[in-house]
Nanobody, 116 residues
Framework: VQLQASGGGLVQAGGSLRLSCAASGSIFSINALDWYRQAPGKQRELVAIITRGGVTNYGDSVKGRFTISRDNAQNTVHLQMNSLKPEDTAVYYC???????????WGQGTQVTVSS
């Protein structure tokens, strides 16, 4: 499975960005797609996840502001980020997981910078 992330950039606080992650390869084996982020000096944290069945979940810090969605026709997952805050500044990584057997796939990171 290959993951190609896009859509990062620089935005002012209160603004919006949309990240996209295009999946290719053996995507039938994937159980969930999600976004992680890592800010300088901090641990990587889960931002949002969408399962094969369409169930979504979000990190506490982004609930109500971010929305993860899936375009099955395009094998793409989107992360709509609204009401961005400077603390959302991080490198965002697209991630896919196969459960049986367990394997993790990572895309390249995309930088999101929110200015105050």
């Amino acid at each position: 499975v290959q993951l190609q992330a896009s859509g990062g950039g620089l935005v002012q606080a209160g603004g919006s960005l949309r990240l996209s992650c295009a999946a290719s390869g053996s995507i039938f084996s994937i159980n969930a797609l999600d976004w992680y982020r890592q800010a300088p000096g901090k641990q990587r944290e889960l931002v949002a996840i969408i399962t094969r069945g369409g169930v979504t979940n979000y990190g506490d810090s982004v609930k109500g502001r971010f929305t993860i969605s899936r375009d099955n026709a395009q094998n793409t997952v989107h992360l709509q980020m609204n009401s961005l805050k400077p603390e959302d500044t991080a490198v965002y990584y697209c991630h896919a997981v196969r459960l049986l057997p367990r394997y993790d796939y990572w895309g390249q990171g995309t930088q999101v910078t929110v200015s105050s």
